[in-house]
Nanobody, 116 residues
Framework: QVQLVESGGGLVQAGGSLRLSCAAS????????MGWYRQAPGEQRELVAR???????NYADSVKGRFSISSDNVKNTVYLQMNSLKPEDTGVYYC??????????WGQGTQVTVSS
């Protein structure tokens, strides 16, 4: 069974940094992509950043230049380095993965709170 375990969320002041990690287990086939989504209170879940197994990345316009996504394909782990954090970055951050023949999976979410 596929499991995604996230870590690294917390409370930080505006301008600070956090690094999120997400480790996937139970992977039986090739991972197509891994990514991070976030959901603020009262808002829909939105894509923050995504990376394919080949290393192609894409970012939400609101985080370009501040966030960086990377992955370790051997460890099936994805990271999100978040710099210059803003209060509007506050939300629950969810890890996501798309696996060939196994489907799409989500982590349980980790809270990120940026105080002004």
């Amino acid at each position: 069974q596929v499991q995604l375990v996230e870590s690294g969320g917390g409370l930080v002041q505006a301008g600070g940094s956090l690094r999120l990690s997400c480790a996937a287990s139970g992977i039986a086939f090739r991972i197509v992509a891994m990514g991070w989504y976030r959901q603020a209170p009262g808002e829909q879940r939105e894509l923050v950043a995504r990376i394919t197994s080949g290393g192609t990345t894409n970012y939400a316009d609101s985080v370009k230049g501040r966030f960086s996504i990377s992955s370790d394909n051997v460890k099936n782990t994805v990271y999100l380095q978040m710099n210059s954090l803003k209060p509007e970055d506050t939300g629950v951050y969810y890890c996501n993965t798309n696996i060939v023949l196994q489907g799409v999976y989500w982590g349980q979410g980790t809270q990120v709170t940026v105080s002004s």
